[in-house]
């Protein structure tokens, strides 16, 4: 699929980035001022990310529900309002109770993060990858850090999520200063 009319793709391994030199520096700038509020304030970062999060479910739910009558068959039509259901379920629990469910969220993002580290680690000690130093690196931050996540809960809950958000955009935006421009040079309607 190709980008968006004013974006390209830097590369393979990262989102389109804007061709303007303006509006790439605007797009970081946006970046890491939601970076900034996400550490400075992470526990209203964290609950906004469970309310946003709850309303996807409930819109995946309305959606499960609305695809029901495309099911040819009777099994399919109950996976189906089986899927809408549980979306319905978590996504209002998400909505009203951002609180409790933060503190679930985060033992679950611990539990993500430890596996996904210990996946990377076993990666990098089966194959032989370009960069086989780097990615024994990320294996073990991000396996200390779900460890971390899972050995603190529930006290570190209310802000391991909008603390990790807030480093992630701020990743986010000095990838997109620092991605290499693939050769696409800006015209006057994407600019």
């Known amino acids: 699929m190709a980008p968006p009319v004013g974006f390209e793709q830097v590369s393979a391994h990262s ?3 804007p061709i303007s030199p303006r509006l790439r ?3 970081a700038g946006l970046l890491l001022a939601g970076a900034a509020l996400s550490l400075v304030l992470p526990f209203v970062s964290a609950t906004f990310l469970t309310l946003m999060l709850g309303s996807a479910a409930v819109v995946a739910a309305i959606s499960q529900f609305l695809r029901l009558g495309g099911e040819p068959d009777t099994r399919g039509k109950v996976f189906r309002a089986l899927s809408g259901v549980l979306y319905l379920i978590g996504g209002v629990s998400c909505l009203l109770f951002p609180i409790q469910s933060t503190v679930s969220l985060t033992l679950f ?3 993500l993060l430890a596996t996904e580290g210990v996946m990377e680690l076993a990666a990098a000690a089966t194959q032989k990858l370009p960069a086989r130093g780097l990615v024994l690196l990320d294996g073990i931050v991000t396996a ?3 460890g971390m ?3 603190q809960w529930p006290s570190d809950s ?3 999520i909008g603390t990790l958000f807030g480093i992630s955009l701020a990743f986010s935006a000095v990838n997109l200063l620092t991605a290499p421009p693939s050769g696409g040079v800006p015209t006057a309607t994407t600019a």
């Open 149 to 151: 996540l899972i050995a």
């Open 144 to 146: 200390v850090l779900g």
């Open 25 to 27: 520096w605007l797009t």
């Open 15 to 17: 989102l389109t980035a």
């Open 158 to 160: 209310l802000w391991a």
């Open 109 to 111: 993002v611990g539990a």
